[in-house]
């Protein structure tokens, strides 16, 4: 009887953990799934033809990843086009 509570004093806290890493695993994929996503890029289609569905025009986010990439650069360059405006040039 001893040995059965020692076995559930060390093996209860272990099956609990475990349970609660699938679940949390398995909620974060459901829940991830249902979030309401902004998309990163946005196509403009011609349509009307059966065969092909010419692209016009393709204009990406914001928040997209390759945008965040680029802020030191577009940083820099709005400091050098507010230097030589203060130059009056």
């Known amino acids: 009887m001893e040995s059965l509570k020692i076995l559930f004093k060390r093996f209860l806290p272990v ?3 475990v349970a609660g890493v699938l679940i949390g695993f398995f909620l974060r994929d459901t829940l991830a799934k249902h979030e309401a996503r902004v998309p990163l890029h946005t196509e403009f289609r011609e349509g009307g ?3 092909v569905n ?3 025009d393709c204009e990406s986010s914001s ?3 390759e ?3 680029l802020r030191p650069l577009e940083r820099r ?3 050098v086009i507010n ?3 203060k130059r009056g040039w």
């Open 49 to 51: 033809f059966r065969y």
């Open 67 to 69: 945008n965040l990439e």
């Open 15 to 17: 099956v609990f953990f």
């Open 83 to 85: 230097n030589q405006r």
């Open 77 to 79: 360059i709005r400091q």
């Open 63 to 65: 928040d997209a990843d």
């Open 54 to 56: 010419p692209l016009l």
